[in-house]
């Protein structure tokens, strides 16, 4: 039986001795791991490099399923709100966290220009005239026609996915 949790820590440990920061994930499925990453946004200079999104990208181009329904993904701190939006559209059956941002903060701080760790999930809450991200609605009638245009392309559906049993 693989110990997935401390497979987690043991990959961010390694990560951060490489110079990266102090975050990976592991995606297990029928007691295997299916896919594994560490977070590669210092090796990268990717903001989105994040640990759940590679190991997500890596898990689903292995099964050719956008959906990870049947898997547990494990990640070493309670995920980041970029993170936590891909764990819910991929569906896995859970989501396993070692530490919370309270447990970890004392040692590690990632503050952006718009938010900071503490407030990040506050940002993303608020109505998005009042976030510190500047954000405009410009709106464009033809925007809404790409839509009318995809759904003829269904055969007149709206739904783009159906997420599989299980
Ligand atoms: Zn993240």
Request: aromatic letters at 10%; charged letters at 25%; proline letters at 6%.
């Amino acid at each position: 039986m693989i110990d997935f949790a401390q497979r987690t820590i043991d990959l961010a440990r390694q990560n951060v001795a490489e110079g990266g920061r102090p975050f990976a994930t592991v995606i297990a499925k029928n007691g295997e791991i299916l896919a594994e990453s560490a977070n590669k946004v210092a090796q990268t200079n990717d903001p989105t490099a994040h640990a759940e999104i590679l190991a997500i990208r890596e898990a689903c181009t292995k099964l050719g399923t956008e959906h990870l329904v049947g898997t547990t993904i494990y990640v070493l701190a309670h995920p980041c709100p970029m993170c936590l939006g891909s764990l819910y559209y991929c569906s896995p059956d859970e989501v396993v966290f070692l530490t919370t941002r309270d447990g970890y903060e004392p040692h590690y701080v990632d503050d952006r220009k718009y938010f900071e760790l503490a407030t990040f999930y506050g940002e993303f809450a608020k109505d998005w005239r009042d976030r510190r991200l500047p954000m405009r609605y410009e709106p464009r009638a033809a925007a809404v026609d790409v839509y009318r245009f995809w759904q003829e392309r269904n055969g007149g559906q709206r739904t783009a996915t159906v997420v599989p049993p299980g």
